[in-house]
């Protein structure tokens, strides 16, 4: 799985570098399509209100005041901008990686699923549970930032921060 991400991540660079050069000075800066998360561009892109439901394999999916995002298997790239309405992005099983960097949410609960899971939070209370309590034996990276955040890691010996 780690093999088939690294593809993944290959070839979403490639594409990245192989737009960087085309000039589009006629489009503006922020069209929809142009949306991007960790400068892969975006294959599902939620709006307001939108419920963002994933696919079984990777996907990259930013959403922006959407109510709800559920990534589904594969190794998922979810960026989520804004103030919501949401209270629980998961982003299932795989190796996925969620940003909140660019969230301003009220509160937010993450479920990383299975999977060697990455997290980068912002200034919401974040309450992040990891997966292992599932049996996920794969190391997860959490970052919360600021905020008043949880994080469960559901193992014993392993400390659940608040
Ligand atoms: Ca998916
Ligand atoms: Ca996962």
Not at 50 to 74: H, K, W
Not at 138 to 146: K, L, P
């Amino acid at each position: 799985m780690i093999q088939s991400s690294l593809t993944t991540l290959l070839a979403y660079a490639l594409v990245v570098s192989a737009g960087a050069f085309v000039a589009t000075p006629l489009m503006p800066a922020a069209a929809a399509d142009d949306q991007t998360c960790r400068e892969l561009d975006a294959t599902i892109v939620g709006g307001p209100g939108d419920r963002v439901v994933g696919t079984p394999e990777a996907d990259v999916i930013v959403a922006t005041n959407s109510s709800r995002v559920s990534a589904g298997g594969g190794d998922d790239t979810i960026c989520y901008i804004g103030q919501g309405p949401i209270n629980e992005i998961d982003s299932g099983d795989g190796d996925d990686y969620v940003d909140l960097t660019q969230g301003d949410l009220e509160h937010v609960s993450v479920k990383l699923g299975r999977g060697a899971d990455l997290f980068v939070g912002g200034d919401s209370p974040e309450h992040v549970t990891t997966g292992n309590a599932l049996g996920d034996d794969a190391v997860d990276r959490v970052s919360t930032g600021a905020g008043k955040d949880r994080v469960y890691s559901g193992r014993d010996a392993v400390p659940t921060r608040t």
